[in-house]
């Protein structure tokens, strides 16, 4: 069923327009259901490691997938993928939570926290700092570095107040903390597909519980 959903969006990539979708809005549906179904059962498998879970709804963490083109200069009326950020009070949440991204030759897992007001950055960045050892001890876990690679975006220089010269400094840079694992296509051909997909996401708990005891204390 996952390989469907992978094809539709192949096919909505090179028709990326209305009447195309209306004339094939019921494959759409089913394929919608599709990932719904798998980001349900994604969630069972996070709330055994991550209670903060248990009440989450899909309708709260898939994403549409109509596009915003209003100040785009992409004007085509459709995403390609199918996104789910899982995080306790649903996708808005300024939480640290989990995200799954299906997407032909694109699909990856993600989590922690992606879009930080001034004041969590700013938070986040002092509670870096002062548990630094705690924090480099997450983010150098093997088992994460092994699946995750790092590449938020970053200052040019380390934030004031704080120094340069420390081994968590470079950390205290980041406008972010999204660790990112892709996965091919044929991730999603094997059946234990679901396990697989929790067991990645779990290597994030760590991080969302180190982020998610800063945003609670704002």
């Known amino acids: 069923m996952m390989e469907e959903l992978l094809q539709f ?3 909505l990539k090179q028709n ?23 980001v349900q059962k994604i969630i069972y498998g996070i709330v055994l490691f991550d ?3 248990t009440n989450v709804q899909v309708k709260d963490c898939v994403f549409r997938i ?28 300024p939480r640290g939570g989990y995200y799954v991204h299906i997407e032909p030759g694109a699909s990856f897992f993600s989590g922690g926290i992606w879009c930080p007001s ?8 002092n509670d870096i700092y ?5 924090f480099l001890e997450i983010m150098g876990n093997k088992d994460l570095t092994s699946h995750f690679i790092y590449d938020d975006e970053k200052l040019i220089k380390v934030p004031p107040p704080f120094p340069s ?14 660790p990112v694992s892709y ?12 396990e697989k997909s929790v067991e990645r996401l779990k290597l994030l708990y760590p991080l969302n519980s180190f982020i998610n005891h800063t945003v609670g204390s704002i």
Not at 118 to 125: E, G
Not at 130 to 134: F, K
Not at 167 to 176: F, I, T, Y
Request: glycine share 4%; net charge positive; with cysteine.
């Open 9 to 11: 969006f192949k096919d």
């Open 16 to 38: 990326n327009n209305r009447e195309w979708f209306n004339d094939n809005k019921e494959r759409y549906l089913r394929v919608k259901g599709v990932y719904e179904d798998f």
């Open 51 to 53: 209670s903060s879970i």
């Open 66 to 93: 109509y596009r915003d083109t209003r100040f785009a200069h992409d004007k085509t009326p459709y995403k390609t993928h199918s996104g789910a950020f899982i995080v306790k009070g649903g996708k808005t949440n």
């Open 118 to 125: 001034p004041a969590i950055l700013k938070a986040l960045r």
């Open 130 to 134: 002062y548990n630094a050892e705690e």
């Open 165 to 178: 010269d420390l081994p968590v400094s470079e950390w205290l840079k980041n406008k972010r903390f999204c």
């Open 183 to 194: 996965v091919s296509d044929d991730f999603f051909k094997e059946k234990d597909v679901v």
